[in-house]
T-cell receptor, first 113, second 115 residues
Framework: NAGVTQTPKFQVLKTGQSMTLQCAQD?????MSWYRQDPGMGLRLIHY???????DQGEVPNGYNVSRSTTEDFPLRLLSAAPSQTSVYFC????????????FGQGTRLTVV | KQEVTQIPAALSVPEGENLVLNCSFT??????LQWFRQDPGKGLTSLLL???SQREQTSGRLNASLDKSSGRSTLYIAASQPGDSATYLC??????????????WGLGTSLGVNP
């Protein structure tokens, strides 16, 4: 089983460039989310989605856009990359009901120079 | 606002020891609590999930307990092995329709088990 798949695993961007981090899950989970992990700050929620066509902001949404056109995919777009967006990004998914155990992708390590 | 604290921040033990990692949270109105393991440069692996109505969960050498009233959870690792070396993260799920899947995270405990 693939679980949650993130691409790319590593990326270097120049300030001002844009890019999309891909996330796909094959577990038919309704809930998907994006986190960033920074040293000393833990994981922080960027955006989340409770189902196809529905997205909402998390704790640190500025500079990021998301869309959810299908249940499987939840891409994260960096509009104009800044050095402050250098981080490790994780995508997660879970069912909305029941146990709601969260499953994570392997992460994308992004460096903005 | 929910805050999650993990103590200690780092721990080093000899192989074979039993150990306890602690997680505390400020708001007892939670949906669930999950313990994760993170290896360097890798993603997060779910270890145990405790629903708010449960007191503990066990998986192999791992046992997690939950005391909502005191805002505490512990992760007990029995007979530790070098392969247990990793960072252990605690995450709490909020308890309302809009927030029950939003996880609030501790900073983790970095565990080293020495052969």
């Amino acid at each position: 089983n693939a679980g949650v798949t993130q691409t790319p695993k590593f990326q270097v961007l120049k300030t001002g460039q844009s890019m999309t981090l891909q996330c796909a899950q094959d577990m038919n989970h309704e809930y998907m989310s994006w986190y960033r992990q920074d040293p000393g700050m833990g994981l922080r929620l960027i955006h989340y989605s409770v189902g196809a066509g529905i997205t909402d902001q998390g704790e640190v949404p500025n500079g990021y856009n998301v869309s959810r056109s299908t249940t499987e995919d939840f891409p994260l777009r960096l509009l104009s990359a800044a050095p402050s967006q250098t981080s490790v990004y994780f995508c997660a998914s879970s069912y909305s009901g029941g146990r709601a155990e969260a499953f994570f992708g392997q992460g994308t390590r992004l460096t903005v120079v | 606002k929910q805050e999650v604290t993990q103590i200690p921040a780092a721990l080093s033990v000899p192989e074979g020891e039993n150990l306890v990692l602690n997680c505390s949270f400020t708001d007892s109105a939670i949906y669930n609590l999950q313990w994760f393991r993170q290896d360097p440069g890798k993603g997060l692996t779910s270890l145990l999930l405790i629903q708010s109505s449960q007191r503990e969960q066990t998986s192999g050498r791992l046992n997690a307990s939950l005391d909502k009233s005191s805002g505490r959870s512990t992760l007990y690792i029995a007979a530790s092995q070098p392969g247990d070396s990793a960072t252990y993260l605690c995450a709490v799920g909020g308890n309302n329709a809009g927030n029950n899947r939003k996880l609030i995270w501790g900073l983790g405990t970095s565990l080293g088990v020495n052969p």
